[in-house]
């Protein structure tokens, strides 16, 4: 018998006014559904953003660190129910239990982070230029807060959001992807255990172009927190008025790797940074910018490497790469396979469909492909990775911006000028030296530059994207003081 999901609106479970219901299966077993999901409407998402401007006044007038004590109980329980949302987390859209258990983590560590936050969200004071006049900032909510999230860290991304969110005292309306509601739900059970009260936190499940789009416009709404595809992100910002919006969306990783790297090192990072998460991450090293008296030898050990790993249900622990999270992504990797073939690029390892069940698609790796090349260029999200040979450094950082994104990138190298000259050049968000592109930390900032994004979430940037800082002036003189005029 399928489990049947609700929405959760102002501290109820309830079924959506459309009465419509959605299935979610296991991508490494389509044949197990999940669970049942309400198809929300723009009816339910107007009932779930009146409930948080309810619950606005009382929430954002709780003292901050007593916030922070109720962030501090979602971190117990999700220490407590960690294997266990892994394991689900894996079974809703695939990659293996080593990084679904590190995809918790991340959302322990951002609330403990964010926990903390509580006995400081700092503004700053500074000095006047008129006498016996004091000059401060302090930090105020933004109000309603839409939050929209994309399955690929299906607890993590939402943790980035809600736990910076909640302790700069917005409410939330929060709309998860219909390729993992289960874990948002499992996430929003351990909300309202923690103690968040009613109406703080409303979850709508649906359809992003219709309660999505909804949530984006809604004139009550004050700030979206958006990430996911670049022409979604695109939509959001045309659509959404004059509102806080913040969004992380698609790149296109480049890591470059010089004649003076550590090839064993190197090799790692591309397993790792390429084939994480199925290729799925918004950090994935999609192109590697490689010097090329060192390509030959470079590519020949890759492909003895990425021919031995093993694909399979995550919940396997000798599996490498599960399955891509529904057929439509398997699809979009094969149909860009077709075309590296077409535009000339050397397929030497994967590119087809295995004879397995789930949504399957072998690691794949093109070499000889040229910049201008659409798989060099456009966000494949899936297992395959170009090589590009470059004769020096300057080429290799041009080939590295030569594409629209910019969200993260790395170098391999062993000479400091070198390393140092890819920090300062090379268009992205994040550079990471001598490790792959995958990898941030919850206390720094992450976000791209061009098309991935206009902001930055996580540490400190997370209080930033989710609060107002407030100008204060306090005149102490006891006479009219103009500044710009009575400055003497
Ligand atoms: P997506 O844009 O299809 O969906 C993301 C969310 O937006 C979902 O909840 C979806 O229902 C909703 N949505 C879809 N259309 C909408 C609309 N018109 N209005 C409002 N909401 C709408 O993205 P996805 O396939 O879930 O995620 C993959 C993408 O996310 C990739 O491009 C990846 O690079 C990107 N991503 C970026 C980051 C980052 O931090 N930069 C992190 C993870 C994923």
Redesign the pocket.
């Known amino acids: 018998m399928t489990k049947t999901y609700q929405l959760f609106i102002d501290g109820k479970w309830l079924n959506s006014k459309s009465a419509e219901t959605f299935y979610r299966i296991n991508p490494a077993n389509p044949k197990e559904i999940l669970g049942k999901f309400q198809q929300g409407t723009k009816d339910d998402i107007d009932k779930a953003v009146d409930a948080a401007e309810d619950a606005f006044g009382k929430w954002s007038s709780i003292p901050p660190p007593k916030r922070g004590e109720i962030l501090f109980k979602i971190v117990e329980l999700l220490r407590v129910n960690k294997e266990r949302l892994a394991r689900l987390m894996t079974k809703e859209m695939g990659k293996i239990l080593l990084e679904t258990r590190g995809d918790v983590q991340e959302a322990i560590d951002t609330f403990e982070y964010f926990a903390g936050e509580g006995r400081r969200l700092f503004g700053h004071t500074t000095t006047s230029e008129l006498r016996d006049k004091f000059a401060m900032t302090i930090r105020r909510p933004v109000g309603v807060f839409g939050i ?6 299906p607890i993590a ?1 939402p943790a980035w959001k809600l736990a910076p969110a909640l302790i700069c005292g917005n409410t939330v309306v929060w ?5 993992t509601p289960l874990c948002a739900i499992e996430l929003m059970k351990i909300l309202t255990k923690a103690g968040i009260s009613d109406g703080v936190v409303n979850l709508v499940t ?4 219709t ?3 909804h ?2 416009k809604h004139k009550k709404v004050r700030g979206i927190s ?8 695109k ?2 910002v045309k ?1 959404a008025g004059i509102k806080k919006v913040g969004l ?4 296109k990783n480049a890591m470059i790797i010089m004649d003076d790297a550590n090839l064993k090192l190197a090799l790692d990072g591309v397993i790792w940074g390429a084939f994480g998460t199925t290729g ?4 994935a090293t999609s192109r590697v910018i490689i010097h090329e008296t060192i390509r030959k030898r470079f590519e020949k050990t890759l492909v003895e490497r990425v021919k031995k790993l093993r694909l399979g249900s995550g919940l396997n622990p000798r599996t490498d790469v599960g399955p891509l ?1 529904n057929k439509a ?1 398997r699809e979009k990797s094969a149909r860009y396979t077709k075309i590296g073939m077409e535009e000339g690029g050397k397929l030497i390892c994967g590119g087809k469909i295995p004879k397995l069940n789930g949504f399957f698609f072998q690691p794949t790796v093109f070499t000889d492909v040229a910049i201008d090349m659409k798989i060099a260029k456009e ?1 494949i ?1 899936g297992p395959v990775v170009s090589l590009i040979p470059v004769k020096n450094l300057n080429e290799a950082i041009k080939a590295a911006n030569s594409v629209e994104y910019g ?1 993260s990138s790395s170098i391999y190298t062993n000479d400091i000028r070198t390393a140092f000259e890819a920090i300062e050049k090379i268009e992205a968000g994040i550079t990471y030296v001598n490790a792959p592109t995958i990898g941030a930390e919850v206390h720094l900032p ?3 530059v061009k098309s ?2 206009q902001t930055r ?1 996580a540490g400190w940037a997370g209080v930033e994207e989710f609060s107002e800082e407030k100008t204060v002036y306090i005149d102490y003189s006891n006479k009219l003081q103009r500044a710009q005029i009575d400055t003497k």
């Open positions: 929209i999230t994309p399955w690929n860290f991304i709309k998860p992807s219909s390729d649906g359809p992003g172009n309660a999505g789009m949530l984006v958006f990430t996911g595809n670049r022409d979604t992100g939509q959001i659509e992380e969306l698609g790149s799925q991450r918004c950090t999270v992504a966000e999200f969200l992450f976000g791209g991935s994004g979430e």
